[in-house]
């Protein structure tokens, strides 16, 4: 019997895979999501959607009264605290808009805004006295007190590369 002692994930098209279906003994597990994702060269998401951001974000656009293409995050200049976040309707992503789409809603992120933004999850929050989009953010270093503007430091190029390709 050989034993593996450990499998590193391989980026590989698709013409392999039958050959690794019968590398695959039936007493290994594979998981399914994480062999599509090296299979197929896919590359990570920008941003992750929770289910309360999708649903939100569904009824946004279902309300909009016109044909809509999604929600564009992005962050500006301004606040105490020197940036805050921005979520419009857009009527049709920019050529070179980055489209995350999960169940049908989609979120469009402008190339200047994604090193703001890489690895950021989107949610929906109801609280007692407010309902609103949360942006969990790995590069926000700080917030102001009010919570409308936040600091946050861009992703190193290198890691956006990774991320992109």
């Given at each position: ?7 590193q ?6 013409q392999?895979?039958p ?8 007493h ?6 994480l ?6 060269n896919?590359?990570?998401?920008v ?5 309360a ?14 044909p809509?293409?999604?929600?564009k995050l ?6 105490c ?6 979520l419009d309707?857009?009527d049709?992503?920019e050529?070179?808009?980055?489209v995350?789409e999960?169940?049908?809603v989609r979120?469009?992120?402008a ?5 703001f933004?890489l ?20 590069n926000?270093?700080s917030s102001c007190?009010c ?10 190029t ?8």
């Amino acid at each position: 019997m050989v034993r593996i002692a450990s499998i590193q994930p391989v980026k590989t098209s698709l013409q392999f895979r039958p050959l690794l279906k019968q590398l695959i003994t039936p007493h290994i597990f594979v998981n399914v999501a994480l062999e599509e994702k090296f299979m197929t060269n896919q590359r990570p998401a920008v941003l992750s959607l929770t289910p309360a951001a999708i649903e939100r974000a569904r009824a946004l656009i279902a309300g909009a009264g016109r044909p809509v293409a999604g929600l564009k995050l992005g962050v500006k200049n301004g606040g105490c605290a020197g940036m805050a976040y921005t979520l419009d309707l857009v009527d049709q992503a920019e050529p070179f808009d980055e489209v995350v789409e999960s169940e049908g809603v989609r979120f469009l992120v402008a190339p200047k805004d994604l090193m703001f933004l890489l690895n950021t999850e989107v949610d929906f929050e109801v609280k007692k006295l407010e309902a609103t989009f949360t942006f969990h953010n790995p590069n926000q270093t700080s917030s102001c007190g009010c919570g409308e503007s936040v600091a946050i430091t861009p992703v190193d190029t290198q890691e956006l590369d990774k991320a992109i390709h």
